[in-house]
């Protein structure tokens, strides 16, 4: 009966994947699928800000009091949602066909998640964890940390 249905999750998943394919992200395993839309709306919502490059589409991701620390070139890096959110370039990136992202996996207990997001770039590879709150009813991402690898060059 498991494979069967497993089987069937991932021919969902195929259907789905040419919509999926224009955002840039994978789509979810079957592990993530069954993780509530709710709780998976803000993570959603920041994967699309990041496709897009636009600001609104971010901004329902994150609690209004959301701060981002993390990593890069072995430098600390901490700001507001705000912050980051502000950062967003109104379009896509240049090299958006070559850039892929995905949920790797959501923990939920009760009113509290955490989730872990693959950014996949030509030059970096960021790798997310996101700590959630469901607050008055809505899923909203309270806190991000990173982790930023560049990558070597192709040769």
């Not at 999750?9 to 789509?27: D, G, I, K």
């Not at 600390?76 to 949920?103: H, N, V």
């Not at 207990?109 to 809505?138: C, E, H, N, Q, W």
């Amino acid at each position: 009966m498991k494979p069967l249905i497993i089987a069937a999750a991932l021919a969902v998943a195929m259907a789905a994947a040419p919509a999926l394919a224009q955002h840039h992200w994978t789509p979810h395993s079957p592990t993530v699928q069954a993780v509530d839309a709710d709780v998976r709306a803000p993570l959603e919502a920041y994967l699309r800000g990041h496709a897009t490059g636009l600001a609104d589409e971010f901004r329902p991701a994150f609690h209004p009091d959301a701060e981002l620390w993390g990593m890069r070139n072995g430098a600390l890096i901490r700001m507001t949602a705000e912050q980051y959110i502000g950062r967003a370039s109104g379009a896509p990136a240049a090299d958006e066909a070559q850039r892929r992202r995905w949920i790797e996996s959501i923990d939920v207990t009760g009113d509290t998640a955490v989730a872990k997001i693959v950014l996949d770039y030509p030059t970096v590879r960021f790798t997310d964890y996101m700590a959630l709150s469901r607050i008055d009813g809505r899923w909203v991402i309270v806190n991000k940390m990173f982790q930023a690898d560049p990558k070597a060059p192709a040769t």
